[in-house]
């Protein structure tokens, strides 16, 4: 079964019709959007707020992609190497957006497979952000 299948023929028909979302023919002329934040904005105030908490600080990266899996097993090697070679309390920053592939029924989202690629008593690891569920 297809997700057109499961969807109600009204919402399709919306969908479809004119000034529908992605129609730039019906487009409000006096809208302004304004971005008022992303991933470095929020990656700044992280380490504002860690260095205020006495934490040695490092944004490692704003634009982090691709497979939950591949990136957390990345993550791992360079957080456990660099690890070795701290001799304070530090906070490291990544930002970005990954992807994970649901097997089945499974529930769950990114932050919470990243954090079960992560298993060492040594290390403390704090995932925010938001798992959007299609």
């Keep these: 079964m297809q997700l057109q299948d499961k969807v109600p023929p009204s919402i399709i028909r919306a969908l479809q019709s004119p000034g529908a979302p992605g129609d730039a023919s019906r487009s409000p002329s006096n809208v302004t959007n304004i971005v008022i934040g992303n991933n470095k904005v929020a990656l700044r105030a992280a380490e504002t707020k860690a260095v205020a908490l006495g934490f040695t600080t490092?944004?490692?990266?704003?634009?982090?992609?691709?497979?939950?899996s591949d990136v957390a097993s990345s993550l791992f090697d360079t957080i456990r190497a660099m690890a070795q070679s701290l001799s304070q309390p530090t906070c490291l920053l990544y930002g970005g957006e990954t992807t994970v592939n649901v097997v089945?029924?499974?529930?769950?989202?990114?932050n919470q497979v990243h954090l079960l690629c992560f298993h060492t008593p040594s290390i403390l690891i704090i995932f925010r952000g938001v798992n959007h569920c299609n």
């Design 104 to 110: 089945g029924k499974g529930v769950g989202g990114r």
């Design 58 to 68: 490092r944004i490692i990266s704003s634009t982090l992609s691709g497979e939950v």
